[in-house]
């Protein structure tokens, strides 16, 4: 049953998670849910009857900040409510709403959500880059993919991440997601950002500080690998992504001026022409933020090779089905494996040989891992240990 529901779950028909708060229920209607949120972001004539919501509601519509009291009056007579934390739940499970985490210093209860996808006021034209007395910014670090081309969508479910990991900064009182645009509160006085321009991410730190101005390189690195993993691993994206760099005084409305870490490492010093006068960038302070460490293999996961794949094909077992599904794979394929192949082992190689070629650009010891997780009655630890392989 769990492998007939994740397989038509893939294939669109219905949606089934196995996360705690949701493996007790299917929908077996995803317009269904869909319903349910149109019927949240075009309420506005219905709110207007009530003064106290219609407030909340012009203010969901300003910031796209979602009360909890707006959902309870829109949904008070119709088929959703009786199931309103479960619909809840799965707009968050898919990046359409976000809950900003409880911070400590707050008396305030975190018990709203954000909806990036319906954020329309613009970011501010003065987003801080430059650097000053008391203020140091890292270069721009760009996502793209290799088509060119990047939905908004894409871009909206990683900005419902990051509101869910670490605090909106505030300004003016007011919590700062926009359009296309977050910025969030890191530790010591660190300050990231998140911008979307023309099928382009870019994110970049700023540090605030009279004393010591250098942003911390481990806070930059842990941002790159949340942002990465997000877009690479969890997403999905069927086009590879590709990992750019940029001046910190670069201009936001344009993309052009991007470089690969190998195209900075081949000069010591560049030219940018991004101010009114050009001036000498030296590469090192472009590139030593976001520089991946092979040590670490939290930020460059190491590459699945063939000879990982036959180890770890001997220890996935009876599931693999269950994980070719998570890998992407059609039934059509599994089944033309399972005439082509005679024992489970077999089996699992050519399954896995089969998503590695299918993959544009690398594939990674993270991703089979992440897929063997989400993968019903996979073991991943399990099979890593049996494997003798360590991510």
């Not at 199931?83 to 968050?92: K, V």
């Not at 790159?224 to 760099?245: I, K």
């Not at 302070?285 to 180890?311: C, F, G, H, M």
Request: charged residues 30%; contains cysteine; negative net charge.
């Amino acid at each position: 049953m769990i492998l007939f529901l994740r397989f038509h779950h893939e294939s669109g028909n219905l949606l089934y998670y196995s996360d705690a708060n949701l493996s007790d229920s299917i929908i077996i209607d995803p317009q269904w849910l869909i319903d349910a949120f149109k019927s949240l972001i075009t309420a506005r004539m219905f709110c207007c009857r009530q003064p106290k919501i219609f407030e909340k509601w012009i203010q969901f519509d300003e910031s796209a900040i979602l009360t909890r009291e707006i959902v309870e009056a829109v949904w008070e007579n119709s088929m959703f409510h009786e199931h309103i934390e479960l619909l809840l739940d799965y707009l968050e499970k898919l990046g359409i709403i976000a809950k900003p985490p409880q911070q400590i210093d707050e008396t305030e209860v975190t018990n709203y959500y954000f909806a990036p996808c319906f954020g329309k006021k613009p970011p501010p034209e003065d987003l801080a880059c430059n650097d000053c007395e008391d203020r140091r910014s890292t270069s721009k670090l760009c996502f793209k993919t290799r088509s060119g081309f990047l939905p908004t969508a894409v871009f909206n479910r990683l900005l419902a991440a990051c509101i869910s990991k670490w605090p909106l900064t505030k300004i003016n009182g007011k919590r700062s997601v926009f359009c296309g645009c977050g910025i969030f509160d890191l530790k010591d006085n660190h300050i990231l950002y998140v911008y979307f321009f023309d099928h382009v991410i870019q994110i970049w730190i700023t540090k605030l500080s009279a004393k010591d101005r250098e942003p911390s390189t481990s806070l930059c690195l842990d941002a790159y690998a949340f942002v990465l993993d997000l877009l690479q691993n969890r997403l999905r994206l069927t086009s590879a992504m590709e990992v750019f760099l940029r001046s910190q005084c670069s201009d936001l409305h344009s993309n052009h001026k991007m470089c690969t870490f190998d195209e900075k490492a081949k000069k010591t010093e560049v030219v940018c022409s991004c101010r009114s006068e050009k001036h000498v960038l030296r590469t090192n302070e472009l590139t030593k933020y976001w520089q991946l460490s092979k040590a670490d293999p939290k930020v460059k996961p190491k590459v699945l090779t063939d000879k990982d794949i036959n180890r770890m094909a001997q220890h996935i077992g009876k599931e693999y089905k269950s994980l070719g599904f998570e890998l992407g794979l059609s039934q059509v394929e599994i089944d033309h494996i399972n005439l082509d192949s005679e024992t489970t082992t077999d089996r699992t190689r050519e399954m896995l040989m089969k998503w590695k070629n299918k993959e544009e650009g690398e594939v990674t010891l993270e991703m089979l891992k992440n897929a063997m997780e989400e993968a019903v009655g996979i073991d991943a630890q399990e099979v890593l240990q049996k494997a003798d392989i360590s991510i």
